[in-house]
């Protein structure tokens, strides 16, 4: 899902954005830092396996996932990173590590730290490491969908 077919699916569902370009960034902090906006503004992706099945995990740029949190509360045996060869072929538009947070475009299941409904709006990576989408959460709750967890803790940074 290149970042127009993202756009086109916000547009098909009324939804107000604004695409933020900024110079390549890998990590949350980065991101946050050169797109000029609070770690915890920026909703990270990450890819884990719970028990066996390929999920999402949609958090705050400054939180860590508590994995022994997340298996209690998804009532999983195991839960543990993806590696990027599980999932690479689930995002083909995208640069590794820049999935946007909708995981229901690609069949895969959606988890949403609690913590990031606490704010209006989020930004998130839109299939690149040098473009963000900025959106009110409740419009992404809406097309997503997300199950609502509390399974991360703010990162000490």
Not at 29 to 45: N, R, V, W, Y
Not at 65 to 92: C, M, Q, W, Y
Not at 104 to 116: A, D, I, M
């Amino acid at each position: 899902m290149a970042i127009k077919k993202l756009k086109e699916f916000l547009d098909e569902n009324n939804v107000r954005y604004i695409t933020i370009s900024h110079s390549p960034a890998y990590t949350a902090q980065e991101i946050a830092s050169k797109a000029h906006l609070p770690g915890k503004a920026i909703a990270k992706t990450v890819l884990v396996k719970i028990d066996s099945k390929l999920a999402m995990v949609v958090l705050p740029g400054s939180f860590k996932i508590n994995f022994e949190e997340l298996k209690k509360v998804t009532g999983s045996d195991k839960v543990r990173l993806a590696d990027e060869h599980e999932f690479i072929d689930k995002f083909p538009d995208c640069e590794v590590g820049a999935m946007p947070p909708f995981g229901n475009l690609y069949g895969v299941e959606v988890f949403v730290e609690n913590s990031l409904a606490e704010d209006d709006e989020i930004a998130f990576n839109a299939c690149s490491h040098s473009q963000l989408i900025k959106m009110a959460y409740a419009d992404y709750e809406r097309l997503v969908k997300p199950v609502r967890l509390e399974f991360a803790f703010q990162s000490k940074l």
